[in-house]
């Protein structure tokens, strides 16, 4: 599967930004999905999950409450509600997708997109 995140850009602190992450293939369904996130000079580190149902979510807690992960399987997407967005929310979003598990650690995910840039500035 071929991932496409889309929605990045520029927002001042308390601000709000929609990260979208259209998948190609037939069997989005089939897949959890995940958010991470790499800030520079910083290792990549997760964000939320959603499962295959969409009936099971995970929030890392510097993001609960604040971010919200849905998805869409008719229109093959996954999205990221940012709300609230802090300085330290600032880094490149990457989208992935995992056939094996729903997890927070990079290495179950099979598939990557290319990351959208998100910047709060303070």
């Known amino acids: 599967v071929q991932l496409q995140a889309s929605g990045g850009g520029l927002v001042q602190a308390g601000g709000s930004l929609r990260l979208s992450c259209a998948a190609s293939?037939?069997?989005?369904?089939?897949?959890?999905m995940g958010w991470f996130r790499q800030a520079p000079g910083k290792e990549r580190e997760f964000v939320t999950a959603i499962s295959r149902s969409g009936g099971i979510t995970y929030y890392a807690d510097s993001v609960k409450g604040r971010f919200t992960i849905s998805r869409d399987d008719a229109k093959n997407t996954v999205n990221l509600q940012m709300s609230s967005l802090k300085p330290e929310d600032t880094a490149v979003y990457y989208c992935a997708a995992s056939a094996r598990a729903l997890a927070g650690v990079a290495n179950v995910y099979d598939y990557w997109g290319q990351g959208a840039q998100v910047t709060v500035s303070s």
């Open positions: 293939g037939r069997t989005f369904s089939s897949y959890n």
